[in-house]
């Protein structure tokens, strides 16, 4: 257990970043059937509560029953769900966003360097500084004691 290191390689960060994608794309995919489920449950619902329990009957909004106007916007929000996963996640998915990543980096890189033969074309590094700090070149030596010395 504590013996041994881990050999983590690219390799297994390669496949651990698949499997963590593919594990979430799943999980897109699986909610937004149970988003269904669930639309397909409470828009028969809505229906046999309106017109078999005949709850709200006479609320008509623009002419036409309370449930349909629900049911609409649900439909409408289910459409965005829809889209969300379908569309804009195969389309702007991780390899995507690894791609955004990597152009922004590589800008920030780039500016950077500017920045940096910028900084050095403005202010040159001189070969000699204007304050040398005096360094004795001198190896160290021990220094024995003398024998007349009373205190050692």
């Known amino acids: 257990m504590f013996s041994k290191k881990k050999n983590t390689s690219k390799l297994d960060t ?15 995919k ?9 639309f397909l449950v409470g828009a028969v619902l809505l229906i046999v509560l309106n017109v078999v329990i005949g709850y709200q009957e006479d609320f008509m909004p623009l002419g036409y029953n309370w449930f349909v106007w629900a049911i609409l916007a649900w439909s409408f929000f289910f459409f965005i ?8 996640s195969s389309f702007m998915g991780k390899e995507w966003e690894q791609k955004q990543l990597e152009k922004l980096v590589a800008k920030q ?13 403005d ?16 190896e160290p030596r021990i220094i024995e004691p003398k024998t007349t010395d009373k205190n050692y």
């Open 30 to 38: 699986k909610r937004l059937f149970q988003h269904f489920v669930i």
């Open 81 to 88: 769900h829809v889209i969300n996963v379908w569309v804009t």
């Open 14 to 28: 390669d496949q651990r970043q698949l499997y963590e994608n593919a594990r979430a794309r799943a999980l897109q």
């Open 123 to 138: 202010y040159p590094l001189s070969k000699e500084p204007e304050n040398p700090i005096i360094t004795d070149s001198t």
């Open 109 to 121: 890189k780039e500016r950077i360097a500017e920045l940096q033969q910028k900084v050095d074309r």
